[in-house]
């Protein structure tokens, strides 16, 4: 079985700050990893993903994740936050090998920005 | 069309009450999902569907009944639910047989119970 923790459940970071939003993962078995978005009063979108390759993947607004396999993490990062970045931010996992999609999602993290 | 629409957007209704939610994506996704979503809170899985076919059931109360009528389409009837059913119900689908694992959400039907 997966599971997926991340540690900061609140990130209070100043406008044009950097941050970065951790997430460790727990699984025997080889997995995709992904980072969810959740803007306020709407669904989850997809941020980025990492399936296989580089291990570093971005985003088209300009957050970023690597994979570390031997830490069993994939942390986002981003070098400048904006206002509009305030959201809560999901680290997920799913099992290669599940035929039905099915992710394990963490606690989520409140990417608080500050004027 | 890449997007996953549910309605409606917001219910209100009382626990003696039956009513359905529905969600519909055009992707040709053959895996389809409802969350349950308190607030800030992560998605609690409920529901999935594979090739139209419920595979999993987390052990959700009988007062949530799914349903897929093809695989385009998938409901969640709601009967005789209790004020801490008031939630966020999300739908996601995804190309299944473990494509890219990668889930698509609706923007979700909002539930008050009362």
């Known amino acids: 079985a997966q599971s997926v923790t991340q540690l900061d459940s609140q990130v209070p970071v100043f406008e044009e700050a950097p941050v970065e939003l951790r997430c460790n993962y727990s699984s025997s078995v080889s997995v995709y990893l992904f980072w969810y978005v959740q803007y306020p009063n709407q669904g989850l979108q997809l941020l980025l993903k990492?399936?296989?390759?580089?291990?570093l993947v971005k985003s088209i607004n300009g957050f970023e994740a690597e994979f570390n396999k031997s830490q069993t993490s994939f942390h986002l990062r981003k070098p400048s936050v904006h206002i509009s970045d305030t959201a809560e931010y999901f680290c997920?996992?799913?099992?290669?090998?599940?035929?039905?999609?099915?992710?394990?999602f963490g606690k989520g993290t409140r990417l608080h920005i500050l004027p | 069309d890449t997007e996953v629409t549910q309605t409606p957007k917001h219910l209100v209704m009382g626990m003696t009450n039956k009513k359905s939610l529905k969600c519909e994506q055009h992707?040709?996704?053959?895996?389809m999902y409802w969350y349950k979503q308190k607030a800030k809170k992560p998605p609690e899985l409920m529901f999935v569907?594979?090739?139209?076919?419920?595979?999993i059931n987390e052990s959700v109360p009988s007062r949530f009944s799914p349903e897929c009528p093809n695989s385009s389409l998938l409901n969640l009837h709601l009967h005789a639910l209790q004020p801490e059913d008031s939630a966020l119900y999300l739908c996601a689908s995804s190309q299944g047989l473990n494509r890219a694992g990668e889930q698509f959400f609706g923007p979700g039907t909002r539930l008050t119970v009362l």
């Open positions: 569907y594979s090739y139209e076919k419920l595979s």
């Open positions: 997920a996992v799913s099992d290669r090998r599940n035929r039905d999609d099915k992710i394990i």
């Open positions: 992707m040709g996704h053959r895996a």
């Open positions: 990492y399936l296989s390759g580089s291990t």
